[in-house]
Nanobody, 120 residues
Framework: QVQLVESGGGLAQPGGSLRLSCAVSGSIFRIYGMGWHRQAPGKQRELVATIRSDGVTNYTDSVKGRFTASRDNSQNTIFLQMNSLIPEDTAVYYC??????????????WGQGTQVTVSS
């Protein structure tokens, strides 16, 4: 069984920073592409950033230049460094990944989500 556990959310002031982590644990054979999504109240979940197994990243336009995704393959962990936060970044942030388990094929997994609130 594979699990994704996010951490690092919380309250930040506009212009501030937060760093999210997503640790993958369980019966892992290989981790492929991973990403961060967010869902604000009353809105659809949106893709924020993706990071391939080779570290190549992609971002939605609204966070380009402010957010940076990274991964530590040795720790099976990905990160999202969020700088210059604005109130519109307030949302529940979810980690997502395409993972092959030791006894399962490749499928996608979601974390439980972590709340990020940007407010003065």
């Amino acid at each position: 069984q594979v699990q994704l556990v996010e951490s690092g959310g919380g309250l930040a002031q506009p212009g501030g920073s937060l760093r999210l982590s997503c640790a993958v644990s369980g019966s892992i054979f290989r981790i492929y592409g991973m990403g961060w999504h967010r869902q604000a109240p009353g809105k659809q979940r949106e893709l924020v950033a993706t990071i391939r197994s080779d570290g190549v990243t992609n971002y939605t336009d609204s966070v380009k230049g402010r957010f940076t995704a990274s991964r530590d393959n040795s720790q099976n962990t990905i990160f999202l460094q969020m700088n210059s936060l604005i109130p519109e970044d307030t949302a529940v942030y979810y980690c997502h990944g395409w993972i092959q388990g030791t006894v399962t094929g490749v499928r996608d997994y979601w974390g439980q989500g972590t709340q990020v609130t940007v407010s003065s």
